[in-house]
């Protein structure tokens, strides 16, 4: 038999690479289009959203005067006459936050300078996981424990306490949230070299105050970002505060009482508590714009923030 010449098999060769060239370059090109088409889409769904709130609020405010919206003391929407002042699902929101910010920010910190500074490799491949765990756990999950666990232990110290308050939900909050700061405070504080904590031992100082000196102000931009963004996600949050704070709009500062925060209102009337067009119906989408701009102003702070003060290495 005749053997195929060199040259025949160079073109059967260079033909094989052609096609596998031409069929990369069109995966190439087509790839940006499918991220552009994603990012389009995302963008879409976003301004839909907020669309929808405005659209659905100015309803609401053609019956019901802004003024009285922002600056009402009572919220009664379901009385004979009725009230919608926002002003007390705003303060049982902001004290649900407190709570959450006194317990998350000193756990969720200090577990992210143990977790940078002071563990060793495996405490951190253990700890790491738990803290994942804690931030997967569903939020309608964590409202029953705040019910049926933390409500009768903080009864048992204070007797005086509702079974429906602010304590318990603003404590499991913090508990939630507190994973979020932890590992973006940890992220923060790795991002500091090296060499700025052996500038810092080379003259004396030990690891604590290395840690508390030198390490937390370089790294202060990342850590006050974590907590704003932690922050702004209580404010969201929606079944702890449902299940374990109660439905009673309120302008106390009492926390031992029961409350109710906006996403808890926008629960109850979604549940059927109003017919559609009514203007209770319509008071869930002003309530939604107005935590919509809390966590808005959040985020926008906590982006501000990183830039401002982000330092540079």
Known sequence: MLEPKQTD????????????????????????????????????ITIGI????????????EKVSIVE??????????????SFGVMPLVVGTLKVTVIAAIVAVPIGLATAIFLSEYASEKTRRIIKPILEVLAGI???????FALTFVTPVLRDIFPSLDMFNAISPGIVVGIMIMPMIASLSEDALVSVPKSIREGAYALGATKLETTIKVVLPA??????????????????????????????????????????????????????????????????????????????????????????????Y
């Not at 907020?50 to 405010?61: K, R």
């Not at 009402?72 to 006459?81: D, E, R, V, Y």
């Open 69 to 82: 919206f922002l600056t009402g003391h009572k919220w009664l929407p379901f009385a004979s006459t009725p």
């Open 219 to 312: 790294a202060m931009s990342g850590i006050v970002a974590s907590i704003v963004l932690a922050l702004s996600r209580a404010i969201g949050e929606t079944m702890i505060v449902s299940v374990a704070g109660g439905s009673t709009p309120s302008m106390s500062m009492d926390v031992t009482n029961s409350i109710q925060t906006m996403t808890a209102y926008i629960v109850q009337v979604s549940t059927g508590d109003a017919g559609y067009g009514t203007t209770i119906y319509y008071s869930i989408y002003a309530v939604g714009m107005t935590l919509f701009v809390f966590t808005l102003i959040m985020n926008l702070l906590a982006q501000f923030i990183s830039r401002k003060f982000r330092e540079e």
């Open 50 to 61: 907020v669309l929808t709130l405005i659209f659905e609020t100015f309803i609401f405010f």
């Open 138 to 144: 569903p939020t309608i999950v964590y409202g029953f």
């Open 9 to 44: 098999t160079y073109s059967v060769q260079q033909l094989i690479l052609e096609k596998k060239s031409k069929k990369r370059w069109n995966i190439e090109k087509l790839i940006p289009k499918l991220l552009f088409l994603t990012a389009v889409i995302s963008v879409l």
